[in-house]
């Protein structure tokens, strides 16, 4: 069974741009939510989304954002992005929001200069 | 509402002595518990799980966690270090029922260093 997967791995943006970064859930898995994690922050919770609807959200501004297609894949959108920005984001995924055991894709590591 | 606070933020041990992480958490609902490990520059991998059923979980690599709900803690043990187990580790919450329903909390991290 594949696992989680997430494109790109690596990619380095300057201030200003904009980015998104996809992810591909386990086959079978309708819950796909998203991460940043930051040495200064640790991990933090983005969204989550089931069934091309966000469930729930983390406390990050509105140029976040994401959305779900009907086969569960995912994407996750920064806009006009700022050095803070910088992280490691990581994508899971679940059965379902009941469903407790999160697997984790091995992230794609942002950098903005 | 549902907390996790990992009471230590880096652990240094030698390598075939034992290793404790210690994480107390806060629920309003029956929690599920975890450890999830992250070696450097990968995502995270599950260690172990606590879902109601026995208190003493077993979980990959020898190690294990004790769920105590008087102490309302979660400390993940391994009798034994190896170098490879240096990494960071996450303990993890989440309730079964409130508004909490399905949200996971993660604790802010243990770095573990093994020295040989």
């Known amino acids: 069974k594949a696992g989680v997967t997430q494109t790109p791995r690596y990619l380095i943006k300057t201030r200003g741009q904009q980015v998104t970064l996809s992810c591909s859930p386990i086959?079978?898995?309708?819950?796909v939510s998203w991460y940043q994690q930051t040495p200064g922050q640790g991990l933090q919770f983005l969204f989550e989304?089931?069934?091309?609807?966000?469930?729930n959200k983390g406390n990050f501004p509105g140029r976040f954002s994401g959305r779900q297609f009907s086969n569960s894949r995912s994407e996750m959108n920064v806009s006009t992005l700022e050095l803070g920005d910088s992280a490691l984001y990581l994508c899971?995924?679940?059965?379902?929001?009941?469903?407790?055991?999160?697997?984790f894709g091995a992230g794609s590591r942002l950098t903005v200069l | 509402a549902q907390s996790v606070t990992q009471l230590d933020s880096h652990v240094s041990v030698s390598e075939g002595t034992p290793v404790l992480l210690r994480c107390n958490y806060s629920?309003?609902?029956?929690?599920?518990l975890f450890w999830y490990v992250q070696h450097p520059n990968k995502g995270l991998q599950l260690l172990l799980k606590?879902?109601?059923?026995?208190?003493l979980v077993k979980g990959i690599n020898g190690f294990e966690a004790e769920f105590k709900k008087s102490e309302t803690s979660f400390h993940l043990t391994k009798p034994s270090a190896h170098m490879s187990d240096a990494a960071e580790y996450f303990c993890?919450?989440?309730?079964?029922?409130?508004?909490?329903?399905?949200?996971?909390?993660f604790g802010q991290g243990t770095i573990l260093t093994v020295h040989p």
């Open positions: 629920s309003s609902y029956s929690p599920s």
């Open positions: 606590y879902t109601s059923a026995a208190t």
């Open positions: 899971a995924s679940r059965e379902g929001p009941g469903a407790n055991v999160l697997t």
């Open positions: 989304y089931f069934s091309e609807t966000q469930r």
């Open positions: 086959s079978g898995h309708r819950s």
């Open positions: 993890v919450v989440t309730a079964a029922g409130g508004t909490s329903y399905g949200k996971l909390t």
